[in-house]
């Protein structure tokens, strides 16, 4: 099955992951990634940034609305993925774990459905 790891973080996480040092995060994340390969679990990550970012909202009148950013009420942003294929969600969940991020910040593990299951 596949499975989202969604990485989150605010300042405070950055604050905190960077007294570890840059190389070591992404070593880190390099190991996950080698590990995960061998295993033929690992079908790709991103980081992300909130820099240019833009929210776009669509009314009940089909007017859309762009703002700058990404969502200002959250307390976290979303600063990256791995998207990977794997036997469980417990499987998925002890990766998670493994992410440097999930020291500071919450690593949301989400199945990714499947097309027969989208429905409208």
């Known amino acids: 099955m596949k499975y989202m790891l969604l990485i989150y973080g605010n300042d405070r996480t950055w604050g905190e992951m960077s007294k570890l ?9 390099q190991d996950v990634i080698k590990d995960l390969t061998a295993a033929d679990e690992y079908l790709g ?7 240019g970012a833009r929210t776009v909202r669509v009314s009940a009148a089909g007017v859309p609305a762009v703002t700058d950013g990404p969502f200002t009420e959250a307390k976290e942003v979303l600063a990256g ?14 990766i998670a774990a493994r992410l440097p991020e999930a020291a500071f910040s919450p690593i949301e593990v989400r199945r990714v459905m499947a097309n027969e299951e989208i429905t409208m």
């Open 45 to 51: 990550s991103e980081g992300l940034t909130a820099i």
């Open 81 to 94: 993925y791995y998207l990977i294929d794997c036997a469980s969600i417990d499987r998925a969940a002890e």
């Open 21 to 29: 040092g840059a190389d070591q995060v992404m070593a880190a994340h």
